[in-house]
């Protein structure tokens, strides 16, 4: 299921909000119902983070927009399953093969960050896991040595291998020359 990136930082930025750091940082609040803002401003300031959260949301803000770069530059459509930006980069350059690779890789990570809140997630999650993790490592072992020769994609590879922890075995080296 693709993830609204919008949505997902204007609910970070809420959690932020309301966080105990947030509630802690905001002082006397006999002091801030003097200052509360006008109701059409509510809404607006619920999604600004406190002082201390805003690094981490300006960070997950800077990474949408390279996401949303990263999109327009590929050359072609990047599935939505597909978020890690270095994976956007590489995915319009990399043969049919490598391609579904990458798509899997990042719905592998993606399910494997999930928690299994009750017995019919936690079923789901095996399913999903079951399907987009199992035999990566033997898949990947066999995209590089149907690629070995191409130093372009050994390239992509290699940086694959280093996000996922794919193969550490392998002991990938770039091209000489």
């Known amino acids: 299921m693709p993830i609204n990136r919008a949505a997902l930082i204007a ?3 809420l959690l932020a909000a309301c966080s105990p750091q947030a509630a802690d940082s905001t002082g006397d609040v006999a002091a801030d119902a003097v200052t509360q803002p006008a109701a059409a401003d509510t809404a607006a300031a619920a999604v600004i983070p406190a002082a201390d959260d805003a690094d981490a949301v300006a960070t997950l803000a800077g990474t949408l927009e390279e996401d ?3 999109r327009v530059a590929a050359g072609c ?5 597909v978020g890690f930006v270095q994976d956007i980069r590489i995915y319009c350059d990399m043969p049919a093969d490598v391609q579904a690779f990458i798509a899997r890789e990042n719905s592998c990570q993606h399910f494997a960050g999930e928690e299994a809140y009750d017995d019919a997630r936690r079923r789901e999650l095996e399913a999903a896991t079951a399907k987009f993790c199992d035999d990566r490592e033997k898949i990947f072992a066999d995209l590089v040595a149907r690629h070995r020769d191409d130093c372009a994609i050994r390239k992509a590879l290699i940086g ?4 996922y922890d794919l193969s550490p075995d392998l002991d990938l080296k770039p091209c000489e020359g």
Do not use: E, I
């Open 11 to 13: 609910c970070l930025s």
């Open 160 to 163: 694959v291998n280093l996000r």
């Open 68 to 70: 949303q770069q990263a």
């Open 77 to 81: 459509t990047v599935p939505d399953d």
